[in-house]
């Protein structure tokens, strides 16, 4: 995975840490895998797992899952247990399955939904037994149902094969008996509107690993802050820090304000009227879920809302190679994804409408990994 779960530095690429080197998508040669949990969709997309469970704090699951062609289902914050999971932002993050079909995700969520008495997140789960997600994998899923598409959120510069498959997506759900609720609008959430809170988010870093140091057994480093953690790092030459940097460590350590100050409050406040959005995009279209293509700016984060990304298609031999951080990451054969977020404690409905899509579609059949001559397979083992 990517270290820290991608909050060191935006200077790494995705699936990278010096502990075991670059993970790779395996469709093309140096395939950036998309992260944080990046070996997790390149372990499904290969059957190297019956199954994986990845943590996502935003995009962490279905990133991967996009970008290799599985299922990613990110559960509501609370659905899932934290306990043992290095934290990063505890409003955000959750656990949750990157499989191979939306069937294999019900199971999994079947098994790992509840309460526990080691996270406080779980005591705000609204019912005594937990549904009966694999049931709700029917292939009527988009009866009487009715989904919203946001469609100022989609980037201008999405490519053309991306929003082309994307709108034949919304004439199969239409087939399928939903309806299809285009154009609409968040009352005032702005893609790309840079609207998240960097210094909260660093406040909320620096506390969180600061809090799971605490809790260790052995600490051989003796690391029990940000700042030990970034001398560590610097004093390191395997953390590569000359080439990959420590800037979001250097944030949090440096971030004014506790979680206990006013000032922190009144910005979580902010934060969580922003995440409010979604709820309030569905209710205003009366909606069950809003559909994006996966890589899609919507601020299902801030309040925890789920999420499940499916395949949707596979670039063609005709686009254009792109890279970033030194990773290929749009090129002939790299799979890209659907995406269904739902209202808090909604995966029935999610999985509901997913696996429909899924079994109506097959995409994932057309999903053909391999492993390429510059990728040391030993990575993979």
């Not at 702005?190 to 690993?209: C, F, M, V």
Request: hydrophobic share 35%; net charge negative; charged share 25%.
């Amino acid at each position: 995975m990517s270290e820290f779960g991608y909050s060191r530095t935006p200077n790494a690429p995705n699936g990278w840490s010096p502990l075991h080197g670059q993970c790779l998508g395996a469709f093309c040669a140096d395939q950036d895998p998309r992260g944080s949990s990046s070996g997790c969709g390149v372990a499904m997309s290969l059957g190297l797992a019956a199954a994986t469970i990845g943590g996502e704090t935003f995009g962490s699951i279905t990133y991967p899952a996009d970008r290799n062609g599985v299922v990613g289902l990110k559960p509501t914050v609370g659905l899932t247990s934290r306990a043992g999971v290095i934290p990063i932002y505890k409003y955000q993050d959750t656990v949750g399955p990157i499989v191979q079909s939306v069937r294999d995700a019900a199971i999994i969520l079947q098994i790992i939904a509840g309460k526990d008495p080691l996270d406080d997140a779980t005591n705000e789960i609204p019912f005594r037994e937990v549904p009966d997600y694999l049931a709700a994998c029917r292939s009527d899923g988009f009866k009487e149902s009715r989904v919203a598409i946001p469609r100022s959120c989609i980037s201008p510069g999405e490519d053309p094969e991306v929003i082309s498959s994307f709108n034949r997506a919304l004439e199969i759900m239409s087939s399928l008996g939903g309806t299809v609720i285009d154009n609409t609008e968040f009352p005032k959430w702005k893609a790309r509107n840079r609207q998240r809170n960097e210094l909260y988010d660093a406040i909320l870093l620096r506390e969180g690993l600061e809090g799971y140091f605490r809790t260790l057994d052995k600490n051989p480093h003796n690391i029990y802050t940000v700042t030990d953690l970034i001398t560590f790092m610097q004093t390191n030459p395997d953390e590569q820090c000359d080439t990959h940097g420590t800037e979001w460590l250097e944030d949090a350590r440096d971030a004014k304000y506790t979680t206990s100050q006013r000032e922190f409050h009144l910005m979580r406040e902010e934060v969580f009227d922003d995440g409010e959005e979604t709820q309030r995009l569905l209710d205003k279209y009366d909606c069950d879920a809003l559909v994006v293509p996966t890589f899609t700016d919507v601020p299902h984060d801030m309040m925890g809302n789920p999420t499940i990304s499916v395949p949707l298609g596979f670039y063609s031999s005709n686009v254009n190679v792109e890279r970033r951080n030194g990773l290929v990451s749009k090129a002939p054969n790299i799979p890209y994804g659907l995406m269904f977020v739902g209202r808090r404690f909604s995966e029935e409905k999610l999985l509901g409408l997913a696996f429909a899509f899924e079994q109506a579609t097959n995409v994932a059949k057309q999903r053909q990994p391999h492993i390429h001559p510059t990728v040391d397979l030993l990575s993979y083992t």
